[in-house]
């Protein structure tokens, strides 16, 4: 069955940087799209950042220039390096993978940005 596990999320003060892991595994994970979202208390779940497959990349206007998303084939992980954090970065990270027309979810790693 299909698995995402996220970890490295954290308290970090603003302007600090975090690096979140996803591992995968029950499927072929360098066929797939691979994606970060994230949710605050309050608000709807948002995309943050996409690889593909191909290792293209797309990023929520928010977070251009600041995160980044890799992904190691070798070792089922996809990454999201975020720098200059800010408060409002504050929310619970998911890592996702849309599979034969169905999201699959981790559990989520919280993310809190101190000001």
């Known amino acids: 069955q299909v698995q995402l596990v996220e970890s490295g999320g954290g308290l970090v003060q603003a302007g600090g940087s975090l690096r979140l892991s996803c591992v995968a595994s029950?499927?072929?994970?360098?066929?797939?799209?691979m994606r970060w979202y994230r949710q605050a208390p309050g608000k709807e779940r948002e995309l943050v950042a996409a690889?593909?497959?191909?290792?293209?990349?797309n990023y929520a206007d928010s977070v251009k220039d600041r995160f980044t998303i890799s992904r190691d084939n070798a070792r089922n992980t996809v990454y999201l390096q975020m720098n200059s954090l800010k408060p409002d970065d504050t929310a619970v990270y998911y890592c996702?993978?849309?599979?034969?027309?169905?999201?699959?979810w981790g559990q989520g790693t919280q993310v809190t940005v101190s000001s």
């Open positions: 690889i593909t497959s191909g290792g293209s990349t």
């Open positions: 029950g499927f072929t994970f360098s066929g797939y799209a």
């Open positions: 996702n993978v849309q599979r034969l027309g169905f999201p699959y």
